[in-house]
């Protein structure tokens, strides 16, 4: 059996080294595929913008034609402190110069220094570093596990997670996710894992069951269109947690590291959550991701049982100290709640009497803009007016500036998107009249 398929492999390794695709309709759809990559030897998992970035310092972002962009998407939540800020990027360069990389196995100082660092701005006594977030969220159920099943002697295994919500895209963690279309084609998922509505107590109270190890949520659902979670809600969920002896899991990934204007968003919650990740922003935009617990979880995660090749490797380990220190000289979570406010204020100003403009909603500068249409065409028309910006599912448009930014840059935003917005819907409605 093992041999057979192993030539199975063979053969088809053959054929793809020969040039030639498997017979008939494979081979069309290899060609179509082929074709819509244009001559790239990447897989083609990213719709990508016809647009090459090159350069960036703060809020401002350069193409390879020399047109110059002011950035509203950081990345995707990652360039926190701008491009290049300059403390880290001296400490990284400093580090670059020294030691790249060691093995876990040896002590790291540099990780030392940025795990005390952030349990001294959380409630969290312990970290472990990774890469990203799917990874980190992908230790936090592993965490949660081996503490229900080592710890505590209990075969607790499940994770209940909720509907719109967004942990990754290893397969546990996009099992975890509340949005069908990460799962599509991916079958069969990893057992252990339950959905439930969010805001619907009743419905959480009645998923939990004899091998319920954990209920992870995001604060803030922001790749689920920005949806701020209702407070009291969070507190219920955490009182439920401990009645029943289940771990919190907070998905930090893209709240934490100041965007919504606490360290971590679970901080304005009232909360302290068991287990929470992190990942983004974390390093400035080097990659690098953590999981924080409680003291009392040390015990599940002995030596040996979990590990990560790069994790908290010395020039990321640097990278998030000195983003950590950045932030704490700068204030940046209290910054970020003036910002917050300021941004949400102008745009209340600015689409007051824009009823393509539903609702603005969002937490420190993690902002969404629910619109009354799809609004992809408002992020190329934003591309071609040098300002970026991405959306959160199909109608809402989520702003995500750099935790420095200033009030002119945001003014520049607000006045671009305004008019935008104008264009597009005065367009919009001459089109609909033409048709009548
Ligand atoms: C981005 C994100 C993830 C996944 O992080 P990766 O670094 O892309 O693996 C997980 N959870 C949340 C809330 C996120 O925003």
Known sequence: MAHSKLQDSTASTDSIANGTAPAGKVKDQAAHAAAEAGGSALLQTYARYPVNLVRGHGSWLWDDQGNRYLDFMSGLAVTNLGHAPEKVKEKVKAQLDTLWHVSNLFGIPQQEQAARLLTQVTGADAVFFCNSGAEANEAAIKLARRYH??????????????EQSFHGRTLATLTATGQQKVKDGFLPLPAGFVTVPLHDLEALKAAIGPHTAAVMLEMVLAEGGVYPVDKEFVQQVAALCKQEG???????VQTGMGRTGSWFAHQQYGIEPDIFTSAKGIASGLPAGALLAKDYLREAFTAGTHASTFGGNPVSAAAIAATIETMLEEQIPERVKEMGE?????LREAFADQPFVKEIRGLGLLIGIECAAPVAELVTAGQKNKLLFVTAGPNV??????????????????DTLAALINTHTAAALAEKEENQ
């Open 397 to 414: 448009i989520r702003l995500l500036p750099n935790l420095k930014v200033s009030k002119e840059e945001i003014d520049q935003a607000v």
């Open 342 to 346: 300021y941004l949400q204020q102008r």
């Open 246 to 252: 289940l771990l919190l899991i907070i998905d930090e």
């Open 149 to 162: 099943q080592k710890v505590k002697g209990e075969e607790r295994y499940e994770v209940i997670t909720f």
